[in-house]
């Protein structure tokens, strides 16, 4: 047995085995669907059945699969279990060692984890996956298990969690199995709880061949709401209630509770043959909610869907069926069972398994087994989690292998006029989906519905010029543009040509669409203006806009045809080809229009350049508001041309407005473009003189900064006679002599401001303030101010101004003047005696502060130390302070230099040097005065004096250095990196 699945192959079985029948009606093929339809004449079967390769050691009577997990009961009261994901999981579990007591029936849970087998002396065992001993169980005892209601939502290997007993009586128990540890010695029973919660025959018991239950949707949070299907062989009961979440076991009490006083609802149907199989099918796993079923019952298969909506109280089930057996059964024989797939039934039969499709109820797969080699069939199971399907005789084990069973689903749907499932079960193939889309569009057309029409046939592969021939010939305009339309959004960016065609088609169908309307008078009407925002809708889609990109003339030609100006502008606008708009406005004197594109749709300035001389012309205000919206987008210097394009002097308006931009660009732009400034420098000097001379002050008087040409602005205003503005601009250009000239012409003030700016040259300051003099001497005959310059102006005296008097002017002008001059010299020669007094006495207290220093001293004791090295003073030369601080001279000059410059720290360096290498000398004798002392003072002692005044003018720790060095770092920077490595 351990090498049983070793030889599990996957053999065709098709010598023998199965057929496969076509659908007796077929449809006739559509025209010119672009499309060759080829079927395989050899082609798979559905169910295409394959053969393990093993035989079994005893006859098989019983088999079920679930979870890959395949259980096999033989004659031999032998369990054999098969994990069909691994192979060597194999093993073998013994009944019953009674070969009178033989196993009537297999359950198998959804997981393939919990295993019942019901024995033929009413006896229950329990096999759990982890177990290879069959567990009686006691409550059960008595009881012939016919069904389990298995719960799908369980999920441990442990326990079945609760779950429906179904019995040869008609009796329903609820109940829990749990899987003890079998190394327990004292281990409990099973069966946790069992417990009848219904009875279905109490008059006349008949077995409850099947048991199904599953939740429902509900909106309660505290309650869950179940279904159950029980089925015995003539009837098929329904169950519907709610269950508290948190309920005590039964659970499933509550809802049989319902049905207690009256009965249960239940379907009944006549001919059963003794026993029936109940079949669901799950789309979305065992988990999920079932979406059909299937009864095998005595006249048929009992067939339909599940209507599992909150509302429903009292039945499920919907859209139901009785599909009867194939009536070209060649056996009597009833079928033994039965299996649902997603669109089929299969019936096993003793000799054969048959396909029929719950769709049209046809025969669609017979498979005649060999009796005569393998025995009869037995039964057939399907794996509830994987969908494998198996079926067996006591000889031998078979596997189905589902193919592509939707394959002629389509076609199905598609002869019931159920054109959406058609299809949906078409989308792998091409040529169905073609032949799907061609009837249903077909349908709508004969239904007179031709927009849906026209959208279905657009999908197809029909010939295009037939369709739209068809819409033509019905005069059906807006349908032809919806199958135009939806051709277009079909074809390949590569596919220009084709694009361009429908496009244009288009554009000429919505223009004729729109003057129709415009020739009924109703161009005023919803209806047009909805079929132009429909119009312009179209012509915005990013598709469409790329192919006019390329073919802008001719649909501005087809447009302008018809006469549609609007949509020629909205067009044009959405081309993004504002010159073409703005062209367009100007040509019908819609100025504001104009400006409006120029300033809110687009953003080329080139276009601002061009348009703008007109603009200005006609609406100067508007036009420089939207040149100072753009701000420094704008080049200014590029817009001279629209300020300069009209005549100042007859439109005063406009040339204010044109000022009022260069102001923006001067001022708030702080443009420095020359020809800007020389612009707005002419427009001041023509218009506006009394800004002439404001402008030229805010533009300062350096003549390497000022944003104007010099020349050009003298030139202009000497042509109109702007004095103080060519003062200034003389003044700039430094020309004070000029200036002076000409401001005496304008006003004396304003040429004595002129004659001061020369501050650095006295000479010619003094020269300007003479011209001025001689000026208002001459010219005004003003003696008595022109002796007020005298005051004015420090350089100027009597005696310079009196050459300019005439010669026989009398004394009395200018007498206080030259008495104020005698005044002033003498105050000076007092002033200069004063001086030389203070000096004398100074020099005399300097000498005596000398004196008083040579006999000053200071007692040092024998055990004084250094201040900087704390060693003993005397042991070399010192230095002793007025504040009592004393150093070593080494100990000064270190202290005293990282205080000095770089020159200074030198020299202390050479004297030091000079000092420590000249040769010893006997002290020269003690000079009897001052003088004798000075003379007889060698070099070194200068040099010595000389290092005594740079290093001892002041102590180190009192003086100004100590507050000089205040800011300076204990560590200095270039020492930092040394002291922080000696730290580590």
């Known amino acids: 047995m351990a090498n049983l699945m070793d030889q599990y192959e996957s053999h065709q ?56 997990m395949l259980v096999l009961a033989m004659s031999s009261n032998l369990l054999l279990r098969i994990d069909l994901e691994n192979k060597e999981n194999t093993d073998e579990v013994e009944i019953s060692h009674s070969l009178d007591n ?117 909106n309660s949070q505290s309650e869950q709401k179940y279904f159950i299907m029980a089925t015995t062989p003539g009837r098929l009961y329904q169950f519907i209630g ?26 009944e149907l006549p001919g059963n043959f003794g026993y029936s199989n109940l079949q669901y099918y799950h789309p979305k796993g065992i988990k999920s909610a079932p979406e059909q079923f299937a009864w095998m019952t005595g006249p048929g ?34 079928p033994l069972s039965i299996v649902l797939t997603e669109f089929h039934i299969l019936l096993v039969f003793p000799d054969c398994v048959k396909a029929i499709c719950h769709l049209n109820e046809q025969l669609i797969f017979e498979d005649f087994h060999r009796t005569g080699t393998f025995g009869k069939l037995l039964g057939m199971s399907k794996d509830p989690i994987k969908g494998s399907i198996w079926s067996f005789s006591d000889q031998a084990v078979f596997k189905y292998k589902v193919v592509r069973e939707s394959r002629d689903v389509w076609q199905m749907y598609l002869d019931r006029g159920e054109y959406d499932l058609a299809l949906a079960y078409c989308k792998d193939n091409p040529a169905n989906r073609d032949k799907v889309l061609t009837k249903h569009a077909e349908h709508f057309f004969r239904e007179k519905q031709y927009d849906k029409s026209a959208m279905l046939y657009a999908q197809t592969q029909n010939s295009f010029e037939e369709v739209a021939l068809k819409f033509i010939q019905t005069d059906q305009q807006k349908a032809l543009q919806t199958f135009l339309w939806k051709k277009l959004n079909g074809l390949k960016p590569a596919d220009k040509t084709q694009t ?145 394009n009209y005549d100042h002097t007859h439109d005063s308006k406009a040339s204010s407005e044109a000022i009022r931009y260069l102001e923006f660009c001067v001022h708030d732009l702080s443009v420095q473009d020359t020809a800007i400034h020389n612009y707005l420098l002419s427009l001041y000097a ?57 401001a005496l012409q304008v006003d004396v003030n304003l040429a004595k401001v002129n004659a001061d700016l020369p501050e650095d040259d006295e000479e010619l300051r003094k020269k300007l303030w003479l011209r001025i003099a001689r000026h208002v001497v001459e010219e005004e005959k003003d003696i008595k101010k022109a002796m007020e310059f005298l005051h004015e102006c420090d350089l100027l005296k009597i005696e310079d101004v009196l050459p300019f008097f005439p010669d026989f002017v009398t004394i009395d002008h200018f007498k206080d003047a030259i008495c104020m001059s005698l005044q002033e010299y003498n105050q000076h020669i007092e002033a200069l005696k004063e001086e030389m007094q203070d000096a004398t006495e100074s020099a005399k207290s300097i000498r005596s502060d000398i004196q008083e220093m040579r006999n000053k001293y200071s007692v040092v004791k024998a055990q004084g130390k250094c201040s900087s090295c704390r060693y003993p003073l005397l042991t070399r030369g010192f230095y002793l302070f007025p504040c009592q601080h004393v150093f070593h001279s080494d100990c000064l000059v270190t202290e005293v ?59 180190p720790y009192c003086g100004e250095m100590m507050i000089m060095s205040i800011d300076k770092p204990f560590i200095e920077p270039k020492e930092f990196d040394e002291v922080i490595q000696s730290w580590q």
């Open 301 to 334: 298969v009992y067939f339909g869907n599940f209507d599992l909506s909150p509302q429903q109280t009292q039945d499920v089930t919907s859209e139901s069926k009785l599909i009867a057996y194939p009536s070209d059964n060649n056996t009597s024989q009833n």
């Open 686 to 742: 023509k218009l506006q003189p009394e800004q002439l001379i404001k402008y030229l002050r805010i533009q300062g008087q350096n003549p390497d900064s000022v944003p104007y040409d010099l020349k050009y602005a003298l030139r202009l205003c000497a042509e109109h006679s702007h004095k103080e503005a060519c003062v200034h601009i003389y003044r700039t250009m430094g020309l004070y002599e000029e200036a002076v000239e000409l």
């Open 242 to 267: 709610t269950i508290p979440v948190t309920s005590d076991p039964p659970i499933f009490q509550p809802v049989f509770a319902n049905y207690e006083d009256s009965p249960a609802r239940f379907l």
């Open 500 to 644: 361009t065609m429908l496009v244009t088609w288009l554009i000429e169908l919505y223009l004729n669409r729109l003057g129709a309307l415009k020739e009924q008078g109703l161009q005023n009407d919803g209806k047009y203006y909805t079929l132009r925002d429909e119009f312009r809708k179209f012509l915005a889609h990013q598709r469409v806009k790329d192919c006019l990109s390329f073919n802008k003339n001719t649909a501005y030609d087809l447009i302008a045809s018809h006469g549609n100006i609007e949509d020629l502008v909205f067009f044009a606008m959405l081309m993004h080809d504002y010159e073409r708009v703005i062209s367009h406005h100007i040509q019908h004197d819609d100025y504001k229009a104009a400006l409006d594109v120029l300033t809110n749709k687009q953003g080329d300035t080139e276009l601002y350049y061009k348009f703008s001389p007109v603009l200005m012309q006609y609406i100067p205000k508007q036009t420089v508001d939207s040149w100072i919206a753009k701000g420094r987008k704008l080049d200014p210097q590029r817009l001279i041309p629209a300020l300069v």
């Open 102 to 218: 033989r196993p009537t029936r297999l359950h198998l849970d959804p997981l393939g984890r919990h295993l019942l087998i019901s024995m033929s002396n009413q006896e229950t065992l329990y096999v759990s996956r982890n177990s290879k001993k069959p567990k009686p169980l006691v409550k059960l005892k008595g009881y012939v298990i016919e069904s389990v209601g298995w719960n799908n939502y369980n999920t441990s290997d442990m326990s079945t969690g609760p779950i429906l007993f179904g019995t040869s009586r008609g009796l329903i128990f609820e109940g829990e199995i749990v899987s003890e540890d079998e190394s327990k010695f004292f281990a409990g029973a099973a069966d946790k709880y069992f417990k009848q919660v219904f009875s279905l025959g109490k008059e006349n018991p008949s077995p409850v061949n099947s048991l199904h239950f599953d939740r429902m949707p509900h």
């Open 13 to 68: 079985y098709r010598g023998s085995g199965g057929t496969q029948r076509q659908s007796k009606d077929a449809i006739p093929e559509p025209i010119s669907t672009g499309f060759i339809s080829a079927r395989l004449e050899d082609e798979v079967p559905i169910f295409n059945k394959q053969k393990i390769q093993f035989k079994p050691r005893d006859p098989i009577t019983h088999l079920k699969v679930s979870n890959n």
């Open 897 to 955: 230099t990282p205080n000095m410059t770089s020159a200074r720290r030198n020299k202390v360096d050479n004297l030091l040097r000079d000092i420590n290498s000249a040769p010893a000398t006997p002290q020269a004798a003690a000079a009897t005065d001052a003088s004798a002392a000075t003379t007889a003072m060698s070099k070194g002692e200068q040099q010595k004096s000389e290092l005594d005044d740079m290093i001892a003018s002041e102590c």
